[in-house]
Each structure stands twice: as structure tokens, then as C-alpha cells.
């Protein structure tokens, strides 16, 4: 189960025939909506124009700006996330598309605001339930990242996964909460080089980005600076520089050690800082090792998204009850940290720990794989999406060109300029999904 602050709930299976007991939303219940049919979308209209499945159950469809998405039917369950139970009515997968779904991931545990969870059907949260329900005694949740393990509390956060005491920046006010949205100080602090950045207003936290997303005029101000002020580090400056949107490099103790530290200032003053060995990510495979900026650009409606590059650093407490976010240094073992019933959360909240991480696709380590591509590879050319590229084994995608090409001529040690399978970042711009 993948954990994300900007999705509904979603799980697997909803096959009647499953193990797993469950029951489904029948078209006429009052939990199928009326008036959500929409036409183009929905397999069947209901008697009060609810969208609905053929065989009578609610329909069920979340779709993203990358092409991908779900779709099924609605189902209620009992969900139990450590020790807290809940019943809660969710989208159960019966077909996905595009690159939605991961091997060893089950589905989604949307931690988003309601209005984010209408597909077209508006679902609960499965948080919300368990706020409503009160399982939990703060509307509250953190997430800490530490590596391939993690930990998810509800309720609170746990100082023992922290180095620090978080600091607090304000949700901004809005008509309805949609994202995770918070204000920024217009610049970024680059050396110490306080540096004009006037697109960076508002900025999202969001876990289910890879990277931080910025704008392209952001991101290319950024690194024209960097190129101006740093030419003491290897190669920066060079006309192809290692300094591009997610490009890679060849791990370098000196670039690490003379890169400046970046910091993000919030509109309230406060800030997050960032040393090179924290935005530049590492990849290690048996051979080599290897750094990737850990940055790219995006085109969307948001200024700024801190994603995982954030996320790995910062213990990310998104405390919705007083309508704040807070952020707290990573204690390098946050996700080994299993509490369960405890009073030492701060406020003294009920919490619950879990891993939620460590049975994730270790996407960051592997070697070069000793395979016969065959077959397949012919049709490489055909496959015009990324998604569909690395879906075929036989198959790698260019970041540099867009085209989909055969493996075995073009696999290479780490994911760039070539990448494979679970390896392609295909959706790192669009994981921040309206």
C-alpha cells in the first residue's frame, strides 16, 4: 500500500469471487451519489443519476493528468492501519491503466482532503473516518521517510523519529482545503545568496512526488546562479553540465563538498535547508555510484512542490487541526521506529506507527540484469508514452528524446539517459495530480 496525502483511497481487489470479504455499493444505496453521472464516463446511469457499474454496484473511476487511473466499484470494509479499525467505504480495482499501478503495491491510502476524493463519486477519506469516529484524538498525521522504510503515525507525530523540534508554517486560508498548500518567501537562499525568485509564492507538500518540482523559470534561474557563483565546483559550469533536471553523475566527494547549501524560506520566516547531499539523491548499484538531481520542472497551477527530496530529510506533520504543517529533522532511523499506543507523541495524542515502506520496490539499488531481450524489442518503436515503454520488458525509454527503443542496445547502469521498468520516472511530473 502506497501512502499518499493527494489521493482518495483505493485498494485491490474488488472481485466478488476475492478472499477478501467485502461489500459492495449498490446503485441504489445512498452512498452512490445522485446526480454524478457523467456521460462518456460512466458504464451505467442509476434511476436518481447515480454512476454506476452494469451488474448494479456504484461505479468507481479515479483518473490522473499522466493518463493513468483505476476504475471498479465502490466497496465498504473494515480498514485497519496499526491498531486503529474503521469501517470505511472505498474504490476497489477491478482494471487499472497507464502507469498507476506498481508491482508489490495494493493500492493507494489517500490522505487527502474530501473535496480531492470525487471521482465523481465523493469518498469519505478513510482518515476522515477515522477522525469522525474518533480512533484517533487528533486530526492529525506525519510521515517520515528513512531510505526503503518509512514509518505513517495517526494522530501526532513521535518525537523519537525526529532530531530536532519541528517547526510550524501555516496551511494558507482557502474557501475548501484542497492540497496541502503553504506561502513561501518569493526567493531562495542559495550559499547564503539570498536569490529573487518571484514564481515561488505558494509551494504543496506532497509525499506522492518524487522530487522538488519547480517551475521551468525557477529551476533554470536556480541553476544560472549556481553557474555564475559556484564554478569551483567539478564541472558545473561546463556548457553540459551535470546540473539539469534530474540528470545523474557520477558520485564526486568534492562536488558534494563544495556545493552550496539551498534553503526554502516560508512566508513566515522560517525555512527548510538543504545540503548537496540532501538534493543531490544517490543511486547505488554493485559497480558505482551515483548522484541525480534530486529537482525538475513541471507545468501546473502550483509555484512549487516539495516532494521526497524534502520528505527524506524532514519528518512532515501535517496537522490539520490547527491548520498548520510542520517539519522536523529525519532521525536516520525513522523507519525502524514501530510505536504503538503512546503518550509521548507530541500533545500526548493516540498514535500509531506503521512500516509502511519497507515491502516497497527497492528502486535505488540493482545491478545490470544478465537477460536475453528478445521478441518484444521489435515493437519498441511503437510505444509512443513512457508508461507504455517501460511496461514492456524488452524496451527503454530516453528522457533525452522521448522514444521508445530496444533495451538491449540502450540499458544502462543507472536510470538516465535510459531507463527500464520500475527503474523510468515516468510520472515525476505529474504526480502532483489535480
Not at 451505467?44 to 461505479?59: A, R, T
Amino acid at each position: 500500500m502506497v501512502v499518499s496525502p493527494h489521493h482518495p483511497s483505493i485498494a485491490a481487489p474488488a472481485d466478488p469471487e476475492s478472499k477478501y470479504p467485502h461489500q459492495q455499493i449498490g446503485c441504489a444505496s445512498n452512498a452512490c451519489q445522485a446526480n454524478t453521472f457523467v456521460n462518456g464516463v460512466c458504464p451505467h446511469q442509476g434511476p436518481d443519476l447515480q454512476c454506476c457499474m452494469e451488474k448494479s454496484s456504484c461505479f468507481f473511476l479515479v483518473a490522473y493528468a499522466d493518463g493513468s487511473g483505476a476504475q471498479g466499484s465502490l466497496v465498504e470494509d473494515e480498514i485497519q492501519i496499526g491498531e486503529i479499525k474503521t469501517q470505511a467505504v472505498f474504490g476497489g480495482m477491478l482494471t487499472d491503466f497507464g502507469d498507476f499501478q506498481r508491482r508489490g503495491v495494493d493500492g493507494i491510502l489517500g490522505l487527502a482532503y474530501p473535496p480531492l476524493a470525487c471521482n465523481p463519486t465523493c469518498l469519505k477519506p478513510v482518515f476522515d473516518e477515522m477522525v469522525g469516529r474518533k480512533k484517533v484524538k487528533e486530526d492529525m498525521f506525519s510521515i517520515c521517510f528513512a531510505g526503503a522504510g518509512g514509518s505513517l503515525v495517526l494522530g501526532g507525530f513521535d518525537a523519537k523519529m525526529a532530531k530536532s523540534r519541528p517547526f510550524y508554517v501555516p496551511l494558507l486560508k482557502e474557501k475548501e482545503r484542497s492540497f496541502y498548500r503553504v506561502g513561501l518567501n518569493e526567493s531562495l537562499i542559495v550559499g547564503g545568496v539570498e536569490v529573487s525568485m518571484p514564481e515561488m509564492k505558494t509551494a504543496i507538500v506532497d509525499s506522492g512526488t518524487t522530487l522538488i518540482m519547480f517551475s521551468k523559470n525557477t529551476f533554470d534561474k536556480l541553476a544560472k546562479h549556481l553557474k555564475t557563483a559556484h564554478c569551483d565546483v567539478p564541472d558545473l559550469c561546463e556548457r553540459n553540465s551535470w546540473f539539469q533536471e534530474i540528470q545523474c553523475f557520477t558520485e564526486d566527494e568534492e562536488i558534494l563538498d563544495k556545493m552550496p547549501t539551498i534553503e526554502i524560506p516560508f512566508s513566515n520566516g522560517e525555512k527548510l535547508e538543504l545540503e548537496a547531499r540532501d538534493y543531490l539523491i544517490p543511486i547505488y548499484n554493485e559497480l558505482s555510484k551515483f548522484r541525480c538531481v534530486g529537482m525538475g520542472t513541471m507545468g501546473s497551477d502550483a509555484d512549487v512542490i516539495l516532494g521526497n527530496t524534502i520528505n527524506t530529510k524532514y519528518l512532515t506533520i501535517y496537522d490539520r487541526q490547527r491548520e498548520r504543517m510542520g517539519f522536523a529533522v529525519t532521525e536516520k532511523n525513522c523507519g525502524r521506529v514501530l510505536p504503538t499506543s503512546s503518550d509521548q507523541t507530541d500533545g500526548s495524542q493516540r498514535s500509531v506507527s506503521s512500516d509502511v515502506l519497507n515491502d516497497a520496490p527497492k528502486r535505488f539499488v540493482h545491478g545490470r540484469e544478465n537477460v536475453i531481450l528478445a521478441g518484444g524489442a521489435a515493437g519498441c518503436s511503437v510505444l509512443k508514452t513512457c508508461a507504455d515503454c517501460a511496461a514492456n520488458f524488452a524496451c527503454a525509454y530516453s528522457y533525452k528524446t522521448k522514444l521508445c527503443l530496444p533495451r538491449a542496445e540502450h540499458d544502462t547502469l543507472i536510470p538516465y539517459p535510459y531507463c527500464h521498468g520500475d527503474f523510468c520516472y515516468c510520472s515525476v511530473r505529474v504526480y502532483f495530480r489535480p
